[in-house]
């Protein structure tokens, strides 16, 4: 067992950072295995200036953390083979601290961060932001894998998974103007997870390698904004009491508004598949990934009205699927307010569907170009048009007839998962919806935009 002790500390003229680190270690070794284990503790601060965007900003952060991780391996027999085996776990707690002040260059009257306060807003020029960032980490991960054989079949197989978590808050308090305070406060939490699997396996001249991994992260916030009129005394007297409690005023009154809530949830799924095979010292190999992406952003208004706008990132298509839904105070969505929105960045293997679609399908004379974008927007009534025209195109038995899009005769589509079902085609995507026009005689409905124009 053996202790290591150090510290160090880092000065420039925009940045200031130290740390203490101590850590402990241990091994044993026997006839049939070893094992490690080691445990080390750490704090850092830092703190630090940056000028960028127009804006001047002072930023101290500080993070204690404990991390520990073991090891082993093993060797024996099993049923008179020679197996051996090793495995691995590792972990590591966190807690960090961010405190930052960020004001417009060249904002009047110039002050230094330890002039500005939130508890005496009249001390923060207009533009100036005070943000406060809290959170506790924690992660983990183990690995381990097991081989043996005998004759002419030999293998290995292997397996990893881990799980990250994060939780925290966030205090944004920004002055709107010269009497006008916006505060923003919420918590965030974010997990991930990833595992994988691999097998080796020899079976005589062969070699035959396999892994298959996933990993998903999300990440979700809900943060609520209120602006107090400070040139008011019931708005001065509310920020006081929140600066004083921590607790925001859940309805408008005087010198108070804009009492909304905004919740934030974001995400990843990935997975990946390798393969390969040798053969008298050939090897082929292979693999494929595939990625998925998503983001929904909720805003509640005092009233209980909603807004609801779901983006999801498909895999095998170079752009983004948007929804936007309308809620009254009574939860009922109004349909009619329902935005479909998808969007393309345009590439060397789209760009031919891309003008097609654009020229046939729109009568849009522009010709796009690699790099370009283009947002093509659906009202309900437009989406259900489309709806319409796949179910009509389906029976001209030409593209459209054997994409399953239409399923068999029933002719009707799912309504709630078309549009996503038609751009995971990818590139292939634009040929089905110039082709949908020329097979219905009908120009595609809704508007489109190319590079926001």
């Known amino acids: 067992m053996g202790a290591e002790t150090g510290a160090s500390i880092e000065v420039t003229p925009d940045r200031l950072s130290g740390s203490v680190k101590s850590e402990v270690k241990g091994e044993t070794k026997g006839e049939h295995g070893s094992a490690s284990a080691s445990v080390t503790a750490e704090i850092t601060a830092t703190s630090e200036v940056v000028e960028e965007d127009g804006r001047r900003r002072w930023t101290t952060t500080a993070k204690a953390s404990v991390s520990g991780e073991a090891s082993g391996d093993a060797k024996g027999k099993v049923r008179g083979h020679d197996v051996k085996g090793s495995g691995s776990i590792s972990a590591e707690a966190s807690v960090e601290v961010k405190y930052e002040v960020s004001v417009p260059v060249g904002a009047k009257p110039e002050r230094t961060?330890?002039?500005?306060?939130?508890?005496?807003?009249?001390?923060?020029?207009?533009?100036?932001?005070?943000?406060?960032?809290?959170?506790?980490?924690?992660?983990?991960?183990?690995?381990?894998?097991?081989?043996?054989?005998?004759?002419?079949?030999?293998?290995?197989?292997?397996?990893?998974?881990?799980?990250?978590?994060?939780?925290?808050?966030?205090?944004?308090?920004?002055?709107?103007?010269?009497?006008?305070?916006?505060?923003?406060?919420?918590?965030?939490?974010?997990?991930?997870?990833?595992g994988k699997v691999e097998v080796g396996l020899e079976v005589g001249p062969l070699e035959v390698g396999l892994g298959i991994g996933s990993s998903t992260s999300a990440k979700q916030a809900t943060v609520r904004e209120v602006e107090f009129d400070l040139a008011t005394p019931e708005g001065k007297a509310a920020y006081d009491h929140f600066m004083a409690t921590g607790e925001l005023p859940t309805q408008a009154g005087p010198g108070v508004s804009g009492t909304t809530v905004v919740a934030r949830r974001n995400g990843v799924t990935a997975m990946d598949l390798e393969a390969s095979l040798g053969v008298g010292g050939e090897t082929v190999e292979g693999s494929l990934h595939s990625e998925a992406t998503y983001d929904t952003v909720t805003t509640t208004h005092p009233d209980g009205s909603k807004e609801v706008e779901y983006r999801e990132k498909l895999p095998g298509y170079d752009g983004a699927l948007t929804v936007k839904r309308t809620y009254g105070p009574d939860g009922k969505e109004d349909v009619s307010k329902r935005v479909y929105q998808y969007e393309v960045e345009v590439t060397d293997a789209n760009a031919a569907g891309v003008n097609g679609m654009l020229n046939l399908g729109y009568g849009d004379g522009r010709k796009v170009k690699k790099g370009d974008w283009v947002t093509v927007e659906l009202s309900q009534e437009d989406y259900d048009r489309l709806c319409d025209q796949a179910v009509e195109a389906s029976g001209k038995k030409r593209l459209w007839g054997n994409e399953g899009l239409v399923p068999g005769q029933a002719g009707s589509v799912d309504r709630e998962s078309f549009l996503s079902s038609l751009l995971e085609r990818g590139a292939k995507a634009f040929n089905l919806l110039q082709q949908l026009a020329l097979d219905t005689g009908k120009p595609l409905p809704g508007k489109v935009k190319v590079n926001g124009e």
């Open 113 to 194: 961060p330890s002039e500005i306060s939130p508890y005496t807003p009249e001390s923060m020029p207009p533009g100036t932001i005070i943000t406060l960032d809290s959170s506790e980490n924690t992660e983990w991960e183990a690995e381990g894998s097991v081989s043996g054989g005998k004759g002419i079949w030999g293998g290995t197989v292997g397996a990893s998974y881990g799980e990250s978590d994060s939780k925290g808050v966030t205090v944004s308090i920004e002055k709107t103007s010269e009497t006008k305070v916006k505060v923003s406060v919420g918590p965030t939490e974010a997990k991930g997870r990833h």
